[in-house]
């Protein structure tokens, strides 16, 4: 795991700390707080809704061999997830079972192992902005750093410029994820926070 996902992600990942993440988005924030800046920057904490309950399992398999797995174990993934059935209660009694279409089991211990390695793929995307220059990361240490995200669990914390234009790249980003992976951002609980003096025009 450590080979496929990037340090961005410290999740469910051998050898890497949850907190560490933690750590980095403290002193982000502490950057943002008295940068001088004149752009300024700003960072922005997108939920997934519903994240392990929506992914389609064609962008799992995708995902999978775009990652170098071999076949038979791409098949064995597919099997483990689609091969399955649900009955639930309904007033006392069972209902008929059903079988799912899409999404992650909540409790299965290779679910948040399949979902960190499915969100790479966020994370490439935006790799991929910042070398072709239009993503503005966070700039930290004096210029030695730049920040362009951080991700948790089912959280995601990206850096930017505080400008329109970002976040239009921003959303690009997201919207390129989302429609291949069939997610959704929550906009009820995604938040965006400024870098101390962003003028307020420049937050609407």
């Excluded at 560490?20 to 800046?37: G, P, S, V, Y």
């Excluded at 960072?43 to 990652?67: C, G, H, P, Q």
């Excluded at 099997?79 to 209660?89: E, G, I, K, N, Y």
């Excluded at 505080?162 to 906009?187: N, P």
Aim: net charge positive.
């Amino acid at each position: 795991m450590n080979t496929l996902i990037s340090p961005r992600q410290t999740s469910f990942i051998p050898g890497r700390q949850g907190r560490d993440n933690i750590i980095i988005a403290q002193e982000a924030c502490h950057t943002m707080r008295r940068t001088k800046r004149k752009c300024g920057f700003m960072a922005i904490k997108v939920d997934l809704e519903k994240a392990y309950d929506n992914i389609r399992w064609a962008f799992v398999v995708d995902t999978f061999s775009d990652l170098g797995f071999r076949d038979h174990f791409i098949s064995v993934i597919y099997h483990c997830l689609s091969f399955v059935s649900f009955r639930v209660c309904v007033n006392g009694e069972k209902a008929d079972s059903f079988t799912p279409q899409r999404g992650l089991r909540q409790g299965d211990p290779i679910s948040p192992y399949i979902f960190v390695l499915c969100v790479e793929r966020l994370s490439q995307l935006i790799d991929k902005r910042m070398v072709e220059g239009n993503w503005k990361s966070l700039v930290m240490a004096k210029g030695e750093i730049k920040l362009s995200h951080l991700f948790f669990p089912k959280d995601l914390l990206l850096f930017g410029e505080a400008s329109k234009a970002q976040m239009e790249v921003v959303k690009i980003c997201l919207d390129l994820f989302s429609s291949a992976a069939d997610t959704k951002v929550s906009g009820a609980k995604t938040r965006v926070f400024f870098s101390k003096g962003v003028h307020h025009t420049r937050r609407a």
